[in-house]
């Protein structure tokens, strides 16, 4: 019985282990789209980490607008990853590419309290139409 007790507190008590996503970095998707990440829109839970891979050199991960107010701008053709502790809507671009719609957003705990504040960030040439398409999926 001590046994069984022991198992049950050491599994409720160990820490959950965050998941992971990857987002890649394109020239080109299968269906043709120029200049995007893999997915455009992902929701993850506090603690998950998202990795952005490179296909293609000359592409980055540049935070625009987050809930706390996060600062980070990866290296252009480096693989980048984030753990995102604060729940939220987070919007990053391609910094070279901006401007040909390579935007994304990352929702974090399913919390959209700040979905306001980002949508009046800025947005640039294509991706302004397809900024205020993927903030009006939310």
């Known amino acids: 019985?001590?046994?069984?007790?022991?198992?049950?507190?050491?599994?409720?008590?160990?820490?959950?282990?965050?998941?992971?996503?990857?987002?890649?970095?394109?020239?080109?998707?299968?269906?043709?789209?120029?200049?995007?990440?893999?997915?455009?829109?992902?929701?993850?839970?506090?603690?998950?980490?998202?990795?952005?891979?490179?296909?293609?050199?000359?592409?980055?991960v540049e935070m625009v607008a987050s809930p706390n107010n996060m600062t980070f701008k990866s290296k252009l053709g480096k693989e980048a990853a984030l753990t995102f502790d604060t729940p939220g809507v987070y919007y990053y671009w391609c910094t070279p590419h901006k401007g040909m719609g390579m935007i994304g957003l990352v929702v974090v705990g399913d919390d959209t309290s700040n979905l306001d504040a980002v949508a009046k960030a800025k947005a640039y040439g294509r991706s302004k139409k397809k900024f205020k398409k993927l903030v009006a999926a939310l």
Do not use: C
Not at 21 to 34: Q, S, T, V, W, Y
């Open 1 to 60: 019985m001590k046994q069984l007790l022991l198992s049950l507190v050491l599994f409720f008590a160990a820490p959950a282990y965050a998941a992971d996503m990857i987002i890649e970095m394109l020239n080109k998707d299968a269906d043709g789209n120029r200049m995007i990440f893999s997915e455009e829109i992902v929701r993850v839970n506090v603690g998950d980490t998202v990795t952005w891979v490179p296909t293609d050199k000359g592409h980055n």
